[in-house]
Nanobody
Framework: QVQLVESGGGLVQAGDSLRLSCAASIRPFSNYVMGWFRQAPGKERESVAAISRTGENIYYTDSVKGRFTISRDGAKSTVTLEMNSLRPEDTAAYYC?????????????????WGKGTLVTVSS
C-alpha cells in the first residue's frame, strides 16, 4: 500500500522558515516524480513544486520562486520542501504527491498518489 506521510507544518510568523518532509513508501522511489501541492481555504488546490525522478528537472509556481526549494533523497525515499521568507498568502494545507507521468504533466495535476496533508499557517 502506497503511503505518503507529510510532516513539518505549523504556525509561524511572516518572514520565518519551515521545512516540510514527505516519507514515501513507494518502491522503487526512483520511478516516481514527486512534488508538493497546496490548498488555501476557499481556493482550489495548486501546484507548488515538482521534481523529476533524477532531480534534474524542477518546477516552481511563480509565487514561490526564490523562496522555496524542493529536493529528494533516494536513499531515504523522502522529498523535502524548504520554505523561506514565508508570507501570509502561503497559508494552506500542503500535500505531498507522487506520480508516474512526466514532470510537466505531474506539475499540471496528473498525480497518482496523495498524502493527507500538513497545515502551514503564516501570521502577519
Amino acid at each position: 500500500q502506497v503511503q505518503l506521510v507529510e510532516s513539518g507544518g505549523g504556525l509561524v510568523q511572516a518572514g520565518d522558515s519551515l521545512r516540510l518532509s514527505c516519507a514515501a513508501s513507494i518502491r522503487p522511489f526512483s520511478n516516481y516524480v514527486m512534488g508538493w501541492f497546496r490548498q488555501a481555504p476557499g481556493k482550489e488546490r495548486e501546484s507548488v513544486a515538482a521534481i523529476s525522478r533524477t532531480g534534474e528537472n524542477i518546477y516552481y509556481t511563480d509565487s514561490v520562486k526564490g523562496r522555496f526549494t524542493i529536493s529528494r533523497d533516494g536513499a531515504k525515499s523522502t522529498v523535502t520542501l524548504e520554505m523561506n521568507s514565508l508570507r501570509p498568502e502561503d497559508t494552506a494545507a500542503y500535500y505531498c504527491a507522487a506520480g508516474t507521468s512526466d514532470t510537466r504533466s505531474f506539475y499540471g495535476g496528473r498525480v497518482d498518489y496523495w498524502g493527507k496533508g500538513t497545515l502551514v499557517t503564516v501570521s502577519s
